[in-house]
């Protein structure tokens, strides 16, 4: 069920949800991007690099959705906080925020004799980046109807079934997960459902060949993104069933 946001407001803001996905210019960024502008989404397509952005928002528009880019590099502080500004200036708020774009699927990695360079680099990203997002955009999100946080994250980062390898991915994605429960926790109040979602094994640039369709990884996304206001917060997902932490 896509919720609506229920009237614009004295800045002209639309009646359409505005959407905002991180590292949107292709895999599952892009294509939870386009199903939110189908279901009549605003989408705001973020990418690290601004032509990147431009060009995943040139093809949605000449699909006939509304997209537009945002030059988003979620480990530029300064950036972030730019993109914020940028949004609200042009936008007037934001009723849901995707934290998708991630690095460093180090499958050549053992935690025992890990690269901790190459962890740090990827908590930058697939850590701080979500959290440094969510603080710079919650001023928008908390004028919104129905606000929504969904955090892309991995069955990887389950400590329940948990095994070995990819260290820096897997590290930063039980982070992202612990983050995902303190924001619902703390974002309860203000009717911010904040879940975690796990994509699958998706062939994707990261996922590599072998995995499942790209669609079928964002739809789960997009259900996460798109819950009436009685949803659930503070879950971890997969195919919108829940997965043990």
């Known amino acids: 069920m896509a919720h609506a946001t229920e009237s ?7 009646a359409a949800p505005i959407s905002l996905v991180t590292g949107a210019n292709r895999g599952i960024g892009h294509e ?11 989408v705001l397509l973020g990418a690290r690099a601004a032509a990147a952005a431009e060009s995943a928002a040139r093809e949605l528009c000449a699909a006939g959705l509304d997209a537009h880019p945002v ?51 990827a908590g930058e990203t697939n850590l701080y980046g979500p959290w440094r997002t ?18 892309v994250s991995s069955e990887a980062a389950s400590l329940t079934n948990m095994g070995g390898g990819t260290p820096a991915y897997t590290i930063s994605k039980v982070g992202l997960n612990a983050l995902t429960r303190m924001l619902a ?9 904040v879940n975690a979602v796990c994509p699958g094994w998706v062939a994707t640039d990261m996922g590599g060949p072998g995995g499942r369709p790209v669609e079928a990884g964002a739809a789960g996304i997009v259900w996460a993104a798109t819950l009436p206001d009685t949803g659930p917060t503070g879950g971890f997902f997969r195919d919108t069933h829940p997965l043990p932490w």
């Open 134 to 151: 969510v603080q710079a955009f919650l001023p928008l999100l908390r004028r919104s109807a129905h606000p929504r946080i969904v955090n």
């Open 71 to 121: 030059h988003l590099d979620v480990t530029d502080p300064a950036g972030v906080r730019r993109a914020a500004t940028e949004v609200e200036q042009r936008f007037g708020g934001l009723d849901t925020l995707v934290n998708n774009a991630a690095i460093s699927y180090d499958t050549w990695q053992r935690a025992t004799d890990a690269d901790l360079a190459v962890v740090v680099e």
């Open 32 to 42: 939870v991007a386009r199903r939110l502008g189908l279901l009549g989404h605003t």
């Open 8 to 14: 614009t407001t004295d800045r002209g803001r639309p």
């Open 185 to 193: 926790a703390e974002l309860r109040p203000d009717r911010i459902l």
